[in-house]
């Protein structure tokens, strides 16, 4: 890297190479961080919709198995209404 014209004191200055990987360091860390989070949300937000499915499927077949009759009522062994009078 050559010299270049620092504007904050008016004059040709050599970049430094230790302030400048600073600052490249920070910004890697910044956005490791930041794609952590979204990593993080991610999985939460689909912890989150896995345990509300489980759960309204628990509690719709709960309420589905207590209102289901007994197999021996629905079975009727005889014609059905709708034909029961032709012959």
């Known amino acids: 890297m050559g010299p270049y014209y620092d504007h904050q004191v008016g004059r040709f200055e050599p970049p430094d190479p230790v302030k400048d990987r600073e600052i490249l360091l920070a910004r890697a860390r910044r956005a490791r961080a930041q794609a952590m989070a979204e990593v993080f949300g991610a999985l939460w937000a689909g912890l989150r919709t896995s345990a509300k499915a489980v759960a309204g499927f628990v ?19 005889r014609t059905a209404r709708l034909t029961g009078g032709c012959n």
């Open 59 to 77: 509690r719709h077949a709960g309420v589905g198995a207590a209102l289901k009759p007994p197999l021996g009522d629905v079975r009727h062994h």
